[in-house]
């Protein structure tokens, strides 16, 4: 099956919307109007049911979606009814802030393996209990523990470097938290994080309040 | 001048548009084709004529667009033809790397005040040259600082109470980048960073090459 023309800001929305059912599920409502649900998300309930109409039919007309149902639905869509392998290179600040965030495994997301190049920190065990290996280590431990996903969190200068062990080690994806574009092979999975698009999102909105 | 009409994606586009249009007019590019910037934005041509129509006529047909005056003109919508100063509560791991992280004070986010309750922080200096205050004064330090935008890097428990003595003190935006759904009066604009969404982009991805 593949869903070649679905636009990734669906998927990003998919993901909203099974956060916020998550937490539905969570306080055990059973089912939520359509308009509701829209609404939690904040995005317009057109856009949910064409979001939606994508992956097949979902939801009773004049009562609305069965939250647990359209949870498991979207976690299958988005592949998150298993556990993801992840490994990071790079355990400055950011990096430690990313192995102890509650959210990822919570998510589904573990991180199963940590690398630095930093002789003073190779060999020290995390608090969240993963021990620091040197990236020298990284092609073995990288196939003897499955990681799919890599996540850099690198300086800037060493994120290329670190992407390209990450590759060549036979991830199939990276996250990549470093201010700077990285070269991948063509068709291989990257995404950027970029913390100030989303205070450019901010800048706008306040600039066009005082125009 | 309103834009109320503007999808919010289209927002988020336009700052990838100028982070592009900036790395060309740094390598001294001064035209690039309407396809060749899409292709660099990793969205199609239409698209990008159609962000950019809401806001006027840009770009010259069969040549394309002149760098530095999109860029310019860009910048000019977004708000970032100026410098925005930011307060940030919660110094721990996360705080302490957006600090530090060159690509604020490079897109015109600064960092002006900083804060926390942990009296064994409270009173040092960052290695960046800010002194930690604690909370108690923040509504004296925001106010003299003309702090616009807060930046919220606490644990989940104490966010809200961040967000609220941040909107007390009379900031106008903020940033959340707790795991936790803050609560904010009707209107104030907020937005979550939440790191697990492009897991999930990634996920998905990954999902649909081996179904």
Chains 1, 2 share one sequence.
Request: aromatic share 10%.
């Amino acid at each position: 099956m593949k869903f070649s023309k679905i636009p990734s800001a669906t998927i990003t929305r998919l993901s909203l919307y099974s956060r916020s059912l998550e937490e539905l599920y969570h306080n055990d409502v059973k089912v939520i109007a359509s308009d509701k649900l829209a609404q939690k998300c904040g995005v317009n309930p057109a856009q949910v049911r064409k979001d939606l109409a994508y992956f097949g039919e979902f939801g009773v007309r004049g009562v609305g979606y069965f939250v647990k149902e359209l949870l498991f639905e979207i976690k299958k869509i988005l592949g998150l009814n298993k556990r993801w392998k992840m490994a990071l290179v790079g355990i400055g600040n950011l990096g430690s802030a990313l192995v102890a965030h509650e959210n990822f495994p919570k998510q589904g997301y573990e991180f199963v393996a940590v690398f630095d190049i930093d002789p003073a920190k190779v060999g020290h065990r995390l608090p969240s209990g993963q021990k620091i290996y040197h990236v020298d280590e990284m092609s073995r431990l990288i196939s003897e523990q499955e990681v799919e996903i890599g996540v850099i969190a690198t300086p800037a200068n060493q994120a290329q470097n670190a992407a390209r062990a990450l590759i060549d080690a036979g991830v199939k994806a990276i996250l990549n938290f470093a201010p700077i574009q990285i070269q991948v092979p063509e068709g291989f999975i990257i995404e950027n994080v970029d913390f100030t698009v989303k205070l450019d999102n901010l800048a706008y909105h306040l600039t066009m309040e005082v125009v």
